[in-house]
C-alpha cells in the first residue's frame, strides 16, 4: 500500500522567481508558470534556451526548454519544447512475493510525468490592457507489478506489470491591467480547461496530476525606475512576494514562497541575477528550500 499526502505547491512557480514583466527583462515571459497568460514585452523575435540541474539531485543537469516567440503588431505567439520538465517516482509498493526456493522479491511501482511543449498568445487590446492564454500537454505513465496466479499442475505465482498512460492539455487565460506608472494588476487562471485522457484503473487514480482549479492574483508596485515590488496571491492559499531592482544593464530579484502544506511558513527563496544587452540576456537563478521536501 502506498501512502498518498496532497500536495497543493505553487501554480506560478517559476525558475526565475516572480519578476515584474514590465520590467526590461525578457527572460520571465517565457516561464508559462509564472506567467500564464503569456504576457509579452518582446518587440520582434524572442530566443530562449534553459539549462539547470533537477531539484533533487544537485548532479544530473536538464536542457529545461528551448522556447520561441514573434510578435506581429499588436499579436505575440510562443512555443517552446521542455525535455527538461518531467520527474520519475519509483516506489516499493510495499508486497512481497515468497518463490519456492524461498527467495524474496519486492514488488514496485512507477510514475512518469512529462510535459513536452506549451503554446502562448498575448493581444496587446490598449497601452494597458492586455489579454492572453497558453496550451500545454501533458504526459502520465503508471506501472505497478502484481502478482497472478498461474493454475496448472501445480499452481505457481507469476509477476506482471499493470500499466496506464493518461496524456492531456490545459490551457489557461489571464488579463493584466497598467493603472499608470506605478501599478500593475494581473489575473489568471490555473487549470481552467483541462481536457485529454483519464486514468481508468482506481489504483492510479491517487496519482495522477493535480488539475484543481484556481485563480491567481497579481500585484506590482513600481516606486521608481530602478526597482519593482511583487506581490501574488493564488486561491489555494499560497503565495509569492518579490522584488527586483536594476542598476544599468545588471538586474538582481529575491522571490520568497509559501504554499499550504510546506513548513516553515516562508518555504523558500528564489533568487536570481541577470545581465542584458541590445540583442540578449542571460539570467542565474536558483531556489532554496528552508526544509526538506519530503512529502
Not at 47 to 53: D, M, P, V
Amino acid at each position: 500500500m502506498i501512502y498518498v499526502s496532497v500536495i497543493l505547491p505553487q501554480s506560478t512557480f517559476g525558475f526565475g522567481g516572480y519578476c515584474d514583466l514590465e520590467n526590461k527583462l525578457t527572460t520571465p515571459n517565457f516561464f508559462l508558470e509564472s506567467n500564464p497568460s503569456f504576457f509579452t514585452n518582446l518587440e520582434d523575435w524572442g530566443f530562449s534556451f534553459a539549462y539547470g540541474t533537477e531539484f533533487s539531485n544537485s548532479i544530473n543537469a536538464n536542457i529545461y526548454a528551448i522556447s520561441v516567440s514573434k510578435t506581429i503588431g499588436k499579436h505575440s505567439v510562443m512555443g517552446r519544447y521542455t525535455p527538461g520538465y518531467q520527474k520519475e517516482f519509483l516506489f516499493s509498493t510495499g508486497e512481497k512475493i515468497i518463490f519456492s526456493d524461498t527467495t524474496v522479491q519486492s514488488l514496485s511501482a512507477k510514475f512518469n510525468y512529462k510535459e513536452l511543449f506549451g503554446l502562448g498568445y498575448s493581444y496587446k487590446i490598449s497601452d494597458n490592457f492586455s489579454a492572453g492564454f497558453s496550451l500545454r500537454y501533458f504526459t502520465q505513465q503508471f506501472e505497478r507489478e502484481t502478482v497472478t496466479p498461474v493454475i496448472g499442475d501445480t499452481t505457481t505465482l507469476q509477476i506482471e506489470t499493470l500499466s496506464e498512460n493518461a496524456d492531456f492539455w490545459k490551457t489557461d487565460f489571464g488579463l493584466v491591467f497598467n493603472a499608470g506608472d506605478y501599478f500593475t494588476f494581473r489575473l489568471e487562471s490555473a487549470n481552467l480547461l483541462n481536457f485529454g485522457e483519464n486514468v481508468k484503473n482506481d489504483e492510479f487514480a491517487d496519482f495522477e496530476l493535480r488539475r484543481d482549479k484556481e485563480a491567481e492574483l497579481g500585484f506590482h508596485y513600481h516606486p521608481s525606475e530602478f526597482i519593482n515590488i511583487n506581490l501574488v496571491y493564488e486561491t489555494s492559499n499560497s503565495f509569492q512576494a518579490g522584488i527586483d531592482g536594476s542598476y544599468k544593464n545588471f538586474y538582481a530579484g529575491l522571490t520568497a514562497f509559501h504554499d499550504n502544506y510546506q513548513h516553515p511558513f516562508v518555504a523558500g527563496v528564489i533568487p536570481s541575477l541577470a545581465y542584458k544587452t541590445d540583442l540578449f540576456e542571460v539570467m542565474l537563478s536558483g531556489v532554496k528550500y528552508f526544509s526538506d521536501r519530503n512529502r
